[in-house]
């Protein structure tokens, strides 16, 4: 195969990337605390002895959306949103995580968990226990009281490096570099944010990359048969 078949077969795995990840973000356009992910592409220059260098592009970066969702109102107790720059911060038996999904509630022992049963930690790092029965209220900066007795300060920190987090599990983060406490950011309770997702440009984008995909298809489909033709007359 010459330079321009691996060149194509190379875009083509990067659009097949992309169009992976376009799915996923159009199927969690509905899911509370959901970023948006897109692709980013780099190209790849080699130096080819007696000749031109060789240059393919390769899809291989996941960039994450920190854009702000929509934020919609539920009345819950614990539902929560973030207004601003800053994630919740949550413990995993993987470790501690980051995540923007607030959908939280109090589980048998009456430490406040996510969804998936994870607890909710505070600004130091401990799990926050809800008292029972209590009537819960939240401030803007995520402090926590229960029938107007401080019980402690829902987390909200900034990744040190946000480019450099790791998605887990759709919503969750792992961020290796660390976080610190994050200013100006402000909890909203009653409210949970959306997903960032822009449907309709997704589904855009989504109609081009296949439509690039076909043409590459098309492409390598030319150019097999051109080789196939030219060993075929050179065999007669």
């Known amino acids: 195969m010459d330079s321009a078949g691996y060149i194509t077969i190379t875009r083509q795995m ?70 601003g720059d800053g994630f919740f911060l949550i413990e995993t038996p993987a470790g501690e995580r980051l995540t923007r999904a607030g959908a939280f509630s109090p589980n048998a022992d009456g430490d406040l968990v996510t969804y998936d049963g994870f607890r909710v930690l505070d600004a130091g790092g401990a799990p926050i226990f809800v008292p029972p029965g209590a009537d819960i209220s939240v401030s803007s900066d995520g402090t926590m009281s229960a029938d107007g007795v401080l019980v402690g300060q ?64 098309s492409f390598l489909e030319a150019e097999d048969k051109r080789v196939r033709q030219a060993l075929e007359s050179m065999t007669k």
């Open 14 to 83: 990067g659009l097949k990337r992309e169009m992976q990840i376009v799915a996923n973000n159009i199927a969690n356009a509905a899911t509370t605390g959901y970023r948006q992910e897109g692709m980013i592409f780099s190209e790849y220059v080699k130096a080819v002895e007696n000749g031109p260098s060789l240059s393919m592009g390769q899809g291989n970066v996941h960039n994450t959306s920190f854009e702000q969702g929509t934020l919609s109102q539920t009345g819950g107790t614990f539902d929560f949103a973030i207004e």
């Open 154 to 217: 829902i987390g909200v920190v900034r990744p040190l490096a946000p480019l450099d987090m790791q998605r887990e599990d759709g919503v969750m983060f792992r961020a290796d570099a660390g976080y610190e406490p994050t200013e100006g950011a402000r909890v909203v309770q009653g409210f949970v944010e959306g997903a960032n997702v822009n449907a309709i440009g997704q589904l855009a984008r989504m109609i081009e990359v296949q439509r690039a995909y076909e043409m590459g298809a």
